[in-house]
């Protein structure tokens, strides 16, 4: 990891139009193939806030659900690699749990980060994934907090918490190799669940057509140098 992981909850913000819900089919990212899923929770926030403490970030937490965050990697190394980003890689679906669990049900032991919740991934009944959300390094009061400096948290705001351990096919490709772990594909079913938040079970169609992009340079001037003055 980028030592800068480690001293700031680094994040993104995601589409809420890609939202789907717990059993609906989800189309793959255009254009992707590097097709991935991550096994996450959300916190749900519940009053608005702005420059929160962690104590004050944690009390604006209503309740967790089970979180899918959709991942094509091969858009998002592409976009990553101009220095923005990521933009297609994340945004073409977040698949939220079927349960709505209030945080007072689910507290949090004094020393972890987060409730301590098993989570567990399979692709087409094979076991992927197996982790607890307490294994988080940044506390979800952390993170509401970091993304509140200079702006508002507001109610229904969907706070992720990254990926648990092993909960992704990158991180367990990295670890075994991605002959025994290799990407999704079209017709896949994914299977994610966590204690006390449901299961999250659904299979990857077709995506849509790509709608050419317009050039506004040839190729020629886009390999030619300008001229001098």
């Avoid at 096994?39 to 929160?52: H, R």
């Avoid at 923005?84 to 020393?111: H, I, N």
Wanted: proline share 8%; aromatic share 8%; charged share 20%.
């Amino acid at each position: 990891m980028d030592p800068a992981w480690y001293e700031i909850p680094a994040f993104y913000f995601t589409n809420p139009a890609a939202v789907l819900g717990p059993a609906a089919d989800v189309r793959v990212a255009p254009g992707g193939t590097e097709l991935d899923f991550e096994l996450e929770v959300a916190a749900v926030i519940g009053q608005a806030g702005s420059n929160l403490s962690p104590a004050q970030a944690q009390a604006h937490i209503a309740a967790y659900l089970l979180l899918c965050d959709w991942s094509a990697r091969d858009l998002q190394r592409r976009e990553r690699g101009m220095g923005l980003g990521p933009v297609k890689g994340k945004d073409w679906a977040t698949t939220l749990g079927p349960v709505f669990v209030t945080s007072d049900e689910l507290p949090t032991l004094a020393g972890d980060p987060a409730p301590r919740l098993g989570m567990r991934a399979s692709v087409n009944d094979r076991p992927y994934s197996d982790g607890n959300l307490g294994d988080l390094f940044w506390s979800f009061a952390d993170m509401i907090s970091y993304a509140s400096r200079g702006t508002e948290v507001r109610p229904g705001d969907i706070i992720g918490s990254g990926t648990v351990g092993t909960g992704c096919i990158a991180d367990l490709a990295a670890r075994h190799g991605s002959d025994q772990y290799p990407w999704l594909a079209v017709g896949d079913r994914v299977h994610l669940e966590a204690d006390q938040l449901g299961a999250i079970d659904y299979a990857l169609v077709p995506a849509a057509p790509i709608a050419p992009l317009s050039r506004h340079r040839t190729e020629a001037q886009t390999l030619s140098p300008a001229p001098r003055k």
